[in-house]
């Protein structure tokens, strides 16, 4: 089991550039997340899926969008990339709203 | 009413020393409080968690002391090892929920 995975480990893009971070996990896991982390800020819940076909808003959902369109996969878009959404990236799974398995994060620098 | 408070922020601690990092929580509703555990570079694992029916789960060196009459937990690291600088957070969750709700985590480092 790979676990959760994501690509790309890195970016760097200019202001206004677009791009999708994708997620994927083995586990058959119901539940899936995006999250982004910022020093001093912990971790931010970005947009979540509670199942296939399903997403939702968290806490800083503005200027990125989602999609669940296969149960093993999450995509995370950003349409236009401002400097304020320089951050790591972490995608996790659970299978109840409990336990959660983090993958290894992608680095976004936005310049 | 979703926070979960965490403090301190960072933490120095002697090898051998023992580390405790505290959160609070308002939502009596939540039902599951993992700490997760995050290396340089890395993603959050789960360390360890427990339920409100007890007051103190023990895993090796890592324990939890839950309070719920003062809605607050803690993670206690007894024998502080190098090995243990990390990023600590604790976390709350509900089953009719749909997520975990993250304190803002503890830089914890153990001096050799």
């Known amino acids: 089991n790979a676990g959760v995975t994501q690509t790309p480990k890195f970016r760097v893009l200019k202001t206004g550039q677009s791009m999708t971070l994708l997620c994927a996990q083995d586990m058959n896991h119901e539940y899936m997340y995006w999250y982004r982390q910022d020093p001093g800020m912990g971790l931010r819940l970005i947009h979540y899926?509670?199942?296939?076909?399903?997403?939702a808003k968290g806490e800083v959902p503005d200027g990125y969008n989602v999609s669940r369109l296969k149960k093993q996969n999450f995509l995370l878009g950003l349409e236009s990339a401002a400097p304020s959404q320089t951050s790591v990236y972490f995608c996790?799974?659970?299978?109840?709203?409990?336990?959660?398995?983090f993958g290894p994060g992608t680095r976004l620098t936005v310049t | 009413q979703q926070q979960v408070k965490q403090s301190p922020q960072s933490l120095i601690v002697q090898k051998g020393g023992i580390s405790i990092i505290n959160c609070a929580y308002e939502n009596t509703a939540f039902d599951y409080f993992p700490w997760y555990q995050q290396f340089p570079g890395k993603g959050p694992a789960l360390l360890i968690a427990?339920?409100?029916?007890?007051s103190e789960k023990k895993e090796g060196r890592f324990t939890i002391s839950f309070n719920k009459s003062a809605k607050q937990f803690s993670l206690h690291i007894m024998d502080s090892q190098p090995g243990d600088s990390a990023t600590y957070f604790c976390?709350?969750?509900?089953?009719?929920?749909?997520?975990?709700?993250f304190g803002e985590g503890t830089q914890l480092t153990v001096n050799p």
């Open positions: 996790a799974s659970s299978r109840d709203t409990y336990e959660q398995y």
């Open positions: 976390a709350a969750s509900m089953a009719s929920g749909s997520r975990l709700t």
């Open positions: 899926s509670v199942g296939e076909g399903t997403t």
């Open positions: 427990i339920r409100p029916d007890v």
